[in-house]
């Protein structure tokens, strides 16, 4: 199977994620244009989505997963990523080198399973690795077992575990990846990728 990965600019990007994501029941608070935008503003980011045709009218396509990764530096204006960052220093190490953060991302329950999302996770590595970055960093919940399982898949490693105090499902989870070329050598999947305007 091809995968139809479209690459976004920011603006229009952050329109269609936030758009997308009304598609995710499990996001509790979705993203707005304005925050996604923001964010990126003024760092090296990605911003993928992938589609495919609708079951019942295979003419018609559809945005069915989507990913967006960013720089994380070292020293971090974001009292959000300077958290983050706080929180991985003593697990990723950012002096020298440059790390990437996959943000925000998921699949709709319908095509599920069906290498969507790997194929972003490949594309992001494959952008990656070029634009130098050397290691990339996820962080989710316990409770995303969907999620988790894909991470797995991809061989990413926990470095980090933060049990919550009360509802070990609430408890956060960070894994990595370091971006060698070994590991583009392992991507499986078959990707066309176009740019949006």
Do not use: C
């Not at 974001?78 to 699949?107: A, C, H, M």
């Not at 329950?109 to 990656?128: M, V």
């Amino acid at each position: 199977m091809e995968y139809l990965i479209k690459q976004y600019p920011l603006e229009t990007g952050a329109l269609e994620i936030q758009y997308i994501e009304e598609f995710f029941g499990e996001f509790p608070r979705k993203k707005t244009a304005h925050e996604i935008a923001k964010r990126l503003q003024g760092r090296e980011y990605l911003i993928l989505i992938a589609e495919a045709p609708l079951p019942d009218d295979p003419g018609m396509v559809a945005p069915v997963s989507f990913k967006v990764v960013h720089e994380l530096r070292e020293f971090e204006d974001d009292p959000r990523l300077q958290d983050l960052v706080s929180r991985l220093r003593d697990s990723i190490k950012f002096e020298g080198r440059n790390v990437l953060y996959s943000w925000i991302g998921g699949t709709r329950r319908d095509w599920r399973g069906q290498g969507h999302f790997r194929a972003l996770t490949e594309e992001t590595e494959a952008w990656a690795h070029t634009s130098g970055f050397h290691e990339v960093v996820v962080k989710t919940k316990n409770r995303f077992y969907d999620m988790r399982g894909t991470l797995d898949q991809l061989e990413f490693n926990v470095i980090k575990y933060e049990v919550h105090p009360t509802d070990n499902r609430e408890s956060k989870v960070y894994l990595s990846k370091q971006l060698t070329s070994d590991v583009l050598n392992a991507h499986t999947s078959t990707r066309t990728v176009v740019y949006a305007d």
